[in-house]
């Protein structure tokens, strides 16, 4: 795990990518305040953060997850096309062997995508609690918050939904970066590789009514059981990646 974490850190394309990530819910902030500053309402420190993005300018918030199995696979998996190409996976797997490499891969794959994730979220949530402390507005009528369920339920408890819908987020971000692993180590070609993964996130998310980014949304009237169908293509496209990814490296990949 050591050895592909040195090789981010020293590459200063990834890293510009990273600090990306990290910097992206922070400058949120900051748009908020200009808001706020022009006149706009407080809203309360739960609805300030990036991951409900209801007061976020949308521009930024998308920039950031409708792009990120793209910007994830140029940290976690070109590390597989670049090994092929220059010969290092041979030399992985005969020191390995080829469960044990497929497994490393898959598993600094998720683990780099979901630290990369989290820590700029976590970090967003906790200056929003501080900044924005003992404001109340929420943006909702009194009658548009009995008439959606899902609304009443996450304004009562906006910590939980916060959370939960962070944690929603970290985990699918695992899940593409094993994703977009997977297809780099059957493919090795960046070429191919990254309109692959980024098909593989617009196609649930091209929907024509919940796609994936409702299912970790909080404080809209969307039920996140609405995007299950979309969650579950997802699932299914990463899935079928890791599959064959695993049946070509085990089965049929010479050393």
């Given at each position: 795990?050591?050895?592909?974490?040195?090789?981010i850190?020293?590459?200063?394309?990834?890293?510009?990518?990273?600090?990306f990530?990290?910097?992206?819910?922070?400058i949120?902030?900051?748009?908020v305040?200009?808001?706020?500053h022009?006149?706009?309402?407080?809203y309360?420190?739960?609805?300030?953060t990036?991951?409900?993005?209801?007061t976020?300018?949308?521009?930024?918030s998308g920039?950031?997850?409708h792009?990120m199995?793209?910007l994830?696979a140029?940290?976690?998996?070109?590390?597989?096309?670049?090994d092929?190409?220059?010969?290092?996976?041979?030399?992985l797997?005969?020191?390995?062997?080829?469960?044990?490499y497929f497994?490393?891969?898959?598993?600094?794959?998720?683990?780099?995508?979901?630290?990369?994730?989290l820590i700029?979220l976590l970090?967003?949530l906790?200056?929003t609690?501080?900044?924005?402390a003992g404001a109340?507005y929420n943006g909702?009528?009194?009658g548009?918050i009995?008439?959606?369920p899902?609304?009443k339920?996450?304004l009562?408890n906006?910590?939980?939904?916060?959370?939960?819908?962070?944690?929603?987020?970290?985990?699918?971000?695992?899940?593409l970066g094993?994703g977009?692993t997977?297809?780099?180590?059957?493919?090795?070609n960046?070429?191919?590789?990254?309109?692959?993964?980024?098909?593989?996130w617009?196609?649930?998310?091209?929907?024509?009514?919940?796609n994936?980014l409702?299912?970790?949304?909080?404080?809209t009237?969307?039920?996140?059981?609405d995007?299950?169908?979309a969650v579950?293509?997802m699932?299914?496209l990463?899935f079928?990646?890791?599959?064959?990814c695993y049946?070509k490296?085990?089965?049929?990949?010479?050393v």
């Open positions: 795990m050591s050895y592909y974490y040195n090789r850190i020293n590459n200063k394309i990834k890293l510009s990518i990273i600090l990530f990290f910097l992206m819910p922070v949120s902030i900051l748009f305040l200009f808001d706020i022009m006149g706009a309402s407080v309360c420190p739960e609805l300030n990036f991951i409900a993005r209801d976020v300018p949308g521009g930024i920039l950031f997850f792009y199995p793209l994830l140029i940290i976690v998996s070109d590390d597989c096309a670049e092929y190409k220059l010969g290092y996976k041979n030399l797997i005969s020191k390995w062997g080829k469960n044990r497994l490393i891969n898959m598993s600094k794959s998720f683990i780099f995508s979901a630290l990369i994730i700029p970090v967003n906790v200056m609690q501080f900044i924005f109340t909702w009528s009194p548009d009995e008439t959606f899902t609304v339920e996450s009562a906006p910590m939980k939904y916060n959370i939960m819908c962070t944690l929603i987020a970290v985990v699918f971000a695992g899940v094993m977009s997977a297809v780099s180590m059957a493919l090795h960046r070429f191919i590789v990254y309109p692959i993964v980024y098909i593989m617009y196609i649930p998310n091209s929907l024509p009514q919940h994936v409702c299912a970790f949304q909080p404080f009237e969307y039920n996140m059981a995007s299950m169908e579950i293509i699932l299914a990463n079928a990646a890791i599959t064959f049946i490296v085990i089965k049929y990949d010479k």
